[in-house]
């Protein structure tokens, strides 16, 4: 498996340049005091636009390689069922009583997530991408991340498609309570 900054900068790099971000705040969640609530936001954030680009740009190019459906599908599951339960983790909060508990298992189900994408989808596109193609997609995946909703919607659609006609929608309107929460706690 590359690890993340051994890679020039193309898609995958990026991918797992995100992935140790989630890692890192999954990690740090668990043992926060008070800035449990914000690195949880962040987390929400990080994982939000991270999953949309992928939808919309790094599991489009995978499926085009031969067996690609038999690896990209498995993903989507995957990203469909931590999408529901960080949507629901988000509802709950922090200081729920089951948040912890809860979280322990979205933890371990992103971190297999990552990890299945590293060692089943990555090899696939560096077989079948030159790393022209590669660095152009690593561009097209970070625009993709900036105009991405911001969190998680259990019935958010999972297909590139889906993710451009509703996404764009839903990332407004996340983006403006980001707005009025942020606004909110400045004053308060």
């Known amino acids: 498996m590359t690890t993340a900054g051994s890679r020039p900068n193309d898609v995958i790099q990026a ?17 926060a005091g ?12 990080t994982l939000a636009v991270h999953e949309t680009a992928e939808e919309e740009i790094v599991h489009p190019l995978a499926r085009r390689a031969q067996n690609g459906d038999d690896v990209v599908e498995p993903r989507l599951a995957e990203e469909d069922h931590g999408k529901k339960a960080l949507a629901d983790l988000e509802k709950i909060g922090v200081d729920d009583a089951r948040f912890d508990a809860e979280f322990a298992k979205l933890r371990e189900e992103v971190l297999r997530h990552a990890q299945n994408e590293e060692e089943q989808e990555h090899p696939m596109l560096e077989r079948n991408l030159d790393p022209q193609q590669l660095a152009r997609a690593a561009s097209r995946f970070r625009k993709a991340e900036q105009m991405a909703p911001t969190h998680a919607h259990a019935s958010a659609p999972e297909s590139a498609t889906g993710n451009v006609i509703v996404g764009s929608f839903v990332a407004v309107a996340d983006r403006v309570r980001d707005a009025i929460r942020s606004w909110h706690d400045d004053d308060g």
């Not at 991918?15 to 043992?31: A, E, G, T």
């Not at 008070?34 to 954030?45: A, G, P």
């Open 34 to 45: 008070d800035e449990k609530r914000d690195l949880f936001q962040e987390l929400v954030t």
């Open 15 to 31: 991918v797992q340049n995100d992935h140790q971000r989630i890692k890192s705040l999954m990690n740090q969640i668990p043992h």
